[in-house]
């Protein structure tokens, strides 16, 4: 290869990358050998000095593009199973999460952007033209396994990824991949296990487990034997009780319920029908039955009593992410502790004792919209 045809080649390839707008895809190698008779070694060879100067980037098995001049940045991209994911209640953590995210982009610089991964809220129905515009230059939030589907193309794409895990056994289930990755995590079950030891601190000797996760090795289910164990109480069955079965679960409380002095809840959605169900078998709140909730949720205060829970610092998490994709070093580790919130609930004159991440909806609207 001369001189001549590389510069002429690299030039004619600089004229027409000015012309296209980022992720714009370029001729194929195939076509440039034949418009400008070179080899595909000489085609090849220009593309990587262009892309070392940081014009292109590859798409595995798809080809060549331009990239983002750096006069504008990418959005962060924040992935959510639907387009109304946020009608759910159970979302109230992520809202969290998202509104610290949102605070952190903005306190850096960036946009953030949601991308809808499907349309039904259904792992297995992706809607992969939401992702076709990712690349290497792209950065984002994934919080938890429901996304598992699209992790190959984040990887295959060479996306930078923060990835949240916020409920599973923080030594299992994590691909070779993700130490390419930013990875956020925290520990339920020995945050399970802090809340048993915090009732047995109060007295309680009969704590009881409603749970709403198999299998029995779930985290939160191992993180509640952890702390029975540790606070040398009998582990026993029957002060376990699975919510999906509604016959069982009433029968638990108002049948069984004086064989617990106190509860732990694994999830928000359970509480409602649970203090309904102990209000209905006569039995007063801290002074029969002691309440604890996991995790915490906005209206757990206005609750009479107010009802003690444990939370992870979500918008702390949100934040520190969008902050390591600004500084571009979204790899390595987080782990975050929670926190328990004593409540009136758990204890007389424990008081309201509010966590600072609530109310989601306050940090939404002081943070910017997407």
Known sequence: MTESVHKKLSSHLKALIGKMTPDHKMPSEND?????????????????????????????????????????????????PCQDFFVY???????????????????????????SVSKFNNPN???????SDFNEETSVIV???WFSEVFPLLRERGCK?????FGSDPEKKYPDYFKKWLLMKSDGRRMIKEMV??????????????FNSYPKDDPLTSGFRDGLAAAGLEFSQERCIYSENADDMYDFFQKRADSFDSLIISHHSLVRTALTILKAAGKMIPEDVAVMAFNDHERFISHDPPLAAAAFPYVEAGQLAAKAAASKTLSGAMTFDGKIYERESMKKGAG???????????????SNTF
């Open 32 to 80: 440039l050998c034949s418009e400008f008779s070179v080899s595909r070694m000489t085609v090849n060879k220009v593309i990587n000095a262009l892309v070392t100067e940081g014009l292109l980037y590859r798409r595995k098995g798809s080809g060549t593009y331009v990239k983002s001049n750096g006069s504008e940045k990418q959005p962060l991209r924040f992935l959510l």
């Open 89 to 115: 209640d159970c979302t109230y953590n992520l809202k969290l999460f998202l509104s610290g995210a949102m605070r952190g982009a903005s306190e850096n610089g960036l946009e953030i952007k949601t991308v």
């Open 125 to 131: 129905n992706i809607d992969w033209g939401s992702l």
């Open 143 to 145: 919080s938890g396994f």
């Open 161 to 165: 990824v923060a990835f949240c895990d």
């Open 197 to 210: 030891l915090s009732l047995a601190k109060t007295g309680r000797k009969k704590i009881a487990f409603l």
């Open 352 to 366: 309201t004792n509010p966590n600072p991440d609530c109310p989601a909806e306050k940090l939404f609207e002081g």
